[in-house]
């Protein structure tokens, strides 16, 4: 039932990106959202890069991100990214989408993806970064983020055991 779910999701999701299009809307967390509702578990079954580098922190996450797409690309890869927006769940399951066979196969050579730093328990259970690159823990929008500290377990608590991580020193 799993896998009939998941193909459904990853059709009418597809089935969005195109009519997103047509209408001429971006739509960089809508097709991931319809997914998300359609399978709970999409982020499991969708295929992923081989190689996955992901970048979060209070600041800097889409600069680095971005320099991270553009070294990539200019190797030679084709890199499969969230970098038009979103970084929660939904977000990154539309940019798995859009670079997603018909059938969930990735057709990237690598994932670089920039992640908000409290969708680590909704992310890094289905997604595992090879690297994870954190620019910054710091007091910044306090009604949402509340310290630093916070932030630092949430992390502490769902980044992947493998995960090799790039610590900035602040």
Request: charged content about 20%; hydrophobic content about 40%.
């Amino acid at each position: 039932m799993g896998r009939i779910r998941f193909l459904a999701a990853l059709w009418v999701a597809k089935l969005s990106v195109i009519a997103l299009k047509v209408t001429g809307h971006k739509g960089t967390d809508f097709p991931g959202a319809i997914a998300l509702k359609v399978c709970p578990q999409f982020l499991k079954y969708i295929g992923k890069p081989q190689k996955i580098v992901a970048v979060t922190g209070t600041n800097g996450k889409t600069t680095v991100n971005n320099l991270i797409i553009d070294a990539l690309t200019v190797d030679g890869k084709k890199v499969v990214s969230n970098n038009a927006g979103s970084n929660i769940n939904s977000g990154i399951a539309t940019s798995l989408i859009r670079n997603a066979s018909l059938f969930g196969k990735c057709k990237g050579d690598i994932g670089s993806f920039e992640i908000d730093e409290r969708s680590a328990r909704t992310v890094y259970p289905y997604m595992k970064p090879d690297h994870l690159i954190i620019t910054n823990l710091s007091r910044d929008s306090i009604m949402r983020n509340a310290h630093p500290e916070y932030i630092s377990d949430i992390l502490t608590k769902y980044i992947p055991k493998e995960t090799k991580l790039i610590v900035n020193a602040d």
